[in-house]
Structures are given as structure tokens and as C-alpha cells.
T-cell receptor
Framework: NAGVMQNPRHLVRRRGQEARLRCSPM?????VYWYRQLPEEGLKFMVY????????ESGMPKERFSAEFPKEGPSILRIQQVVRGDSAAYFC???????????????FGAGSRLTVL | QKEVEQNSGPLSVPEGAIASLNCTYS??????FFWYRQYSGKSPELIMS????GDKEDGRFTAQLNKASQYVSLLIRDSQPSDSATYLC???????????????FGTGTRLQVTL
């Protein structure tokens, strides 16, 4: 009964390269969320997806960042032309549905730690 | 004003004492409140959720919510060294405003339980 699976756990990229982070939600969960955590800061919401749909991307930077959750396969967070400021821990979470009052809490994966040299 | 505010700490308490962690939030329509524990270098782990005014107890943990004061707290009784971690307060809005899709986190309070 695997939890939320993220890979890679650690990723090193040079400035200008692309970073792809993958997330497989818990079995039975159809909602995926991406959060970013900068050193010594809290978790910041980036994007909320369901299969083949972006529901809320209000936390995504306008450029270089994109996310998808295809019909088959994991959710992907893609960062193009990375810069040093992108260095952070990227956490994926999943839930059964939209986390309304009284139901459906988020379960987090172990995170992917991106280092940009 | 930050949406969710926590004292960053560190909060230091002796083993066996009660640790009290506090959180205030700015959005009056918030409906769901969560406490997550995060060990250094690890992922957040849900400790407690609370949705109604009052207290909710689960083992050594008690969450307290006061919506009128926009305040939520977490009490840890009989604190253990293994409780040493950062505690994140998170708030979620009601569905009809479109904010139920995301949690807004505080920056966390670092708790140190000393021997």
C-alpha cells in the first residue's frame, strides 16, 4: 500500500537546464497538489490537478513552470531553464477529492530536492 | 499581513511538559484547520485536523479552534524528545470561494524538547 511516490528524491541541475519532477498519488487518489518549500520557509501552494485537468494554478510562476497529470502515468512538474532561485524542496500531495471541510486531507510524498548549480 | 502566522521559535520545553503551539489566520471564511509535523529533511505528516470551534483531542495532542478570534492552537502533553520537529499550521477555505483546493501554510514553529 504505497503512499505518495515522488522521484527523483534529489536532482542537481546547472542553470539553464530543465528539471522534471514526478509524482504518483496514493492508490485511489485522483487529486494531486504540488507545493514548494524554500529553505527556512513554509510550504507554498503551486498547482492542483486532477487527471488531464489543471484545476488551480494560482501559485505557479508565470514563466518556465508547467504541470500536467495525464490520463496514464504520474503527475509531472516541469521547470525549464532553471535558475539558482529554483533550488528548493518540491512536495507532491494527493487526496481522494477536493479537501472540503470534514473530508479529504492531504497526504504528502517524501519530496524532491532540487539543487541548481 | 501574512495569511497564516506562527511564531518561528524555537520553542523549548522540558521532557514531560506541555508544549503549546499557536497559529492565527487572516481569512475569516476559512473552514478547515490542520497541524502537520515536519522533521528536518522529511515530508509533512498530518497530526490533527479540526473543523469546529472548541477542542479536539487525540492521544497526547489537543487542537483548539476559536473562529471568532481566528486562532488555532496545538497542545502536546507529556512532551517527548521525539516530538522535536517543526509544526506547521495549515488553513483551507470553503469550497464555494474556490479556495478549498489548496492549503495555506504558516512558516512553522520549531519545537525542541529537552531532556
Amino acid at each position: 500500500n504505497a503512499g505518495v511516490m515522488q522521484n527523483p528524491r534529489h536532482l542537481v541541475r546547472r542553470r539553464g537546464q530543465e528539471a522534471r519532477l514526478r509524482c504518483s498519488p496514493m492508490k485511489g487518489h485522483s487529486h494531486v497538489y504540488w507545493y514548494r518549500q524554500l529553505p527556512e520557509e513554509g510550504l507554498k501552494f503551486m498547482v492542483y490537478l486532477q487527471k488531464e485537468n489543471i484545476i488551480d494554478e494560482s501559485g505557479m510562476p508565470k514563466e518556465r513552470f508547467s504541470a500536467e497529470f495525464p490520463k496514464e502515468g504520474p503527475s509531472i512538474l516541469r521547470i525549464q531553464q532553471v535558475v539558482r532561485g529554483d533550488s528548493a524542496a518540491y512536495f507532491c500531495a494527493s487526496s481522494l477529492g477536493q479537501p472540503r471541510s470534514g473530508a479529504n486531507v492531504l497526504t504528502f510524498g517524501a519530496g524532491s530536492r532540487l539543487t541548481v548549480l | 499581513q501574512k495569511e497564516v502566522e506562527q511564531n518561528s521559535g524555537p520553542l523549548s520545553v522540558p521532557e514531560g511538559a506541555i508544549a503549546s503551539l499557536n497559529c492565527t489566520y487572516s481569512d475569516r471564511v476559512s473552514q478547515s484547520f490542520f497541524w502537520y509535523r515536519q522533521y528536518s529533511g522529511k515530508s509533512p505528516e498530518l497530526i490533527m485536523s479540526i473543523y469546529s470551534n472548541g477542542d479536539k483531542e487525540d492521544g497526547r495532542f489537543t487542537a483548539q479552534l476559536n473562529k471568532a478570534s481566528q486562532y488555532v492552537s496545538l497542545l502536546i502533553r507529556d512532551s517527548q524528545p521525539s516530538d522535536s520537529a517543526t509544526y506547521l499550521c495549515a488553513v483551507n477555505g470553503p469550497g464555494h470561494t474556490g479556495t478549498a483546493s489548496k492549503l495555506t501554510f504558516g512558516t512553522g514553529t520549531r519545537l525542541q524538547v529537552t531532556l
